[in-house]
């Protein structure tokens, strides 16, 4: 069995919601700390959630989230899939991805919504074994409604790109 080593910074949601981009320029990967193997391997990966390591999410997100890489690479061209921790409230504002992003929610409720503004009239609840596929290119943003855990499947790199550049974690991080 395959232990996992602490996310230190990933999502990419996220899924969450990984690496960088400001919607207007080049994009760049998510700095990820890597499972101890290769994902190249051709052993099978088998994890319980006693084998997870979590890690601060990555620098793409809203500060409070927490994520481990289970398998794959988030910031290299390959299939990968991590898991978030997302507490109570947590917001990540309209964004997109290049890629699509397969979320399952494994407990608590994701609340998610379409579009390049933020709407809770029309968020969709999912609650515990509910899927959603967030297409590449188009905007959506979630909401947790309680402690959430969710896990992301994505072709990487897994990048970002808010809707509204003001949005971006890292814009604000630069900025102070």
């Known amino acids: 069995m395959r232990r996992t080593q602490k996310a230190a910074a990933i999502v990419a949601g996220a899924l ?7 919607g207007i320029g080049a994009q760049q990967p998510a700095a990820v700390k890597q499972p101890a193997k290769s994902a190249a391997t051709s052993k099978h990966v088998m994890v319980t959630p006693g084998d997870l390591q979590w890690g601060p999410g990555p620098p793409g997100l809203p500060a409070g989230a927490q994520a481990a890489v289970i398998d794959g690479d988030p ?3 390959g299939l990968f899939t991590l898991r978030a921790k ?8 309209p964004h ?3 890629t699509d992003e397969h979320v399952t929610v494994l407990s608590g409720t994701l609340k998610a ?9 029309s968020m969709h609840p999912l609650t515990a074994g509910g899927y959603a596929k967030m297409v590449k290119g188009v905007n959506h943003y979630v909401a947790a409604q309680g402690e959430t855990i969710i896990q ?3 072709m990487g790199p897994f990048l970002i790109t808010y809707a509204d550049p003001k949005d971006d974690p890292r814009k604000k991080t630069a900025a102070n």
């Open 96 to 98: 997109s991805h290049p």
């Open 86 to 93: 997302l507490p109570d409230g947590y917001r990540i504002p």
């Open 16 to 22: 969450f919601t990984l690496g960088a981009g400001s």
């Open 113 to 121: 919504g379409s579009g390049a503004k933020w709407d809770d009239a």
């Open 152 to 154: 992301v499947t994505a």
């Open 75 to 77: 910031g290299k061209a």
